[in-house]
């Protein structure tokens, strides 16, 4: 029985039957939910072998053992089956719900474990929950800001470790002849001019500048996220570096692109033409085609 909320992409992997009993159960009792697993992006939780009754799976297929489970696009948890690590021995697999909603609970690494088919469907209904909008926004926020970082820094990288350069040695002999008023070593001189009009030099010298002038924008930028035709984004950026609760339990923006400040539609405009992970001077940093971050 395939239900129309249950999705098992890729060639040769069907769902491990107690997992099918599971995850059906579940489609059947929460319709809003979505139950997913693409084999080109979990090929690895997949058996070839039943949990239960150790029974091979069809010819050319594997059974796959994990499904993500989303609402409206929203990550709610994973369920799976597991072969059961414990000292009772008679109990050779486990069905669990993973999710961060068991964080508080008694349970270890946020997931629970259980061979019983009815108790692992109410623990499913209990901790897969719907994140807020703060909560969805600001992991989408915090974690465009962490590339936009790591952008900047690969655009410092080769001028702060001075990879183009003949030697730092020779740089700072350089350096301190200039700063006292000397006359150069010749020799050096002549090594550092040629290092320095090299074209990688360039290159490198404006990445560098570039990177430095967006960390030093007096007006600032913000993380914004394209959620379901609506831009997402926090109006006070101060959320994003204090205390998650915090952020979470905020009420974010979420409005159409029409509803942006005139500034904020020409920066996404421009980087809606850019490359993934591209960094425009005044504009802001596209880390792929629903994540941004603009300059206020």
């Not at 909560?135 to 702060?160: G, S």
């Amino acid at each position: 029985m395939q239900l129309s909320n249950v999705h098992v992409l890729g060639e040769g992997v069907v769902l491990e039957p107690t997992l099918e009993e599971f995850v059906n159960k579940l489609a059947l009792a929460r319709p809003e939910w979505t139950f997913t697993f693409d084999y080109a992006k979990a090929k690895y939780h997949t058996v070839s072998k039943s949990m239960q009754h150790n029974q091979l799976a069809p010819d050319d297929c594997a059974y796959v053992t994990r499904m993500d489970v989303t609402q409206n696009s929203r990550q709610l948890g994973v369920v799976s089956i597991q072969r059961n690590v414990s000292r009772d021995h008679t109990k050779k697999w486990c069905l669990t719900v993973s999710s961060d909603s068991v964080a508080h609970s008694r349970q270890r690494n946020n997931t629970t474990k259980t061979t019983n088919m009815a108790t692992a469907i109410r623990n499913a209904k209990t901790y897969l929950k719907c994140p807020s909008l703060g909560r969805v926004v600001y992991e989408h926020a915090t974690d465009t800001w962490d590339n936009y970082e790591n952008a900047l820094n690969r655009l410092e990288v080769t001028i702060d470790r001075g990879h183009n350069m003949p030697s730092v040695a020779g740089a700072q002999i350089l350096l301190n002849a200039l700063v006292r008023n000397q006359t150069p070593d010749p020799i050096l001189l002549s090594q550092f001019s040629a290092a320095m009009h090299n074209p990688k030099f360039e290159e490198a010298l404006s990445q560098y500048m570039l990177a430095k002038h967006m960390r030093t924008l007096p007006q600032g930028a913000i993380p914004i996220y394209l959620m379901e035709g609506l831009y997402a984004f926090f109006t006070d950026g101060e959320l994003l570096r204090g205390p998650r609760e915090v952020a979470e339990k905020s009420e974010p923006q979420l409005v159409p692109f029409e509803a942006l400040p005139l500034e904020w539609q020409n920066n996404l405009a421009v980087l809606q033409l850019m490359e993934n992970n591209e960094v425009v001077k005044d504009v802001g940093y596209r880390r792929d085609a629903d994540h941004f971050v603009i300059v206020r």
